[in-house]
């Protein structure tokens, strides 16, 4: 209550300038009548601010501003909070970069060095190919010519035995013949058995 009265009182002092102003036209009615216009409106103020301080208006107000600044600051802390956050996970993505680009630089040197490695596999196996293939061929011509001489010498043995035949049939009785055959098929049949 003594807070009240002394409020009232420190309000009633702050009107005290408006009563200072002087008019040098006719005179008026002294401060404290209710002819005085000053006085009237000083008196509404002075209820004005009573019945707002009897209401609690302005331990409400308080209340609203210290809410709002309460409201503010953990806005501000949630704030700080995700900037630090997304600071912590900036820096875990830098990181991450920084560890997969060395993968990458890793990888790529394996790769080259993996290629290097099946470039010589393939040279080498190209050149074990050409000399495949060379000893292939090779060996083909060597057959050929193994056959080329063969056929030639069963012709030149089938030459020789149509010419012998013809020699040793001018020149042989059919008594001859018939021993010389028939040693033959006695030979023969001794290497068949």
């Given amino acids: 209550m003594m807070k009240r009265i002394s409020l009232l009182a420190a309000t009633a002092l ?6 200072a102003a002087e008019h040098e036209y006719e005179a008026e009615p002294p401060w404290y009548s209710m002819d005085n216009t000053y006085s009237v409106v000083m008196i509404a103020f002075i209820v004005f ?32 909070a995700l900037r630090e956050e997304a600071q912590t996970i900036l820096a875990s993505f830098e990181r991450k970069h920084k560890e997969v680009a060395g993968q990458v630089e890793g990888i790529i040197k394996h790769a ?21 293939r060379i000893a292939a061929a090779e060996e083909q011509i060597k057959s050929a010519e193994e056959a080329t001489v063969r056929e030639i010498k069963d012709k030149a043995v089938a030459i020789s035995v149509a010419a012998a035949k013809d020699v040793i049939a001018a020149k042989m009785s059919a008594k001859e013949a018939g ?10 049949g001794a290497k068949l058995h």
């Fill in 179 to 188: 021993t010389l055959i028939d040693d033959a098929i006695k030979e023969v």
């Fill in 112 to 132: 080259k060095t993996e290629a290097e490695i099946a470039a010589e596999a393939a040279k080498a196996d190209l050149e074990a190919s050409i000399v495949r």
């Fill in 49 to 80: 601010v009573a019945i707002v301080i009897y209401f609690g208006v302005p331990k409400i107000v308080t209340k609203m501003l210290d809410e709002r600044a309460e409201g503010i600051k953990a806005e501000i802390d949630e704030a700080r």
């Fill in 14 to 19: 702050m009107a005290t300038p408006a009563f």
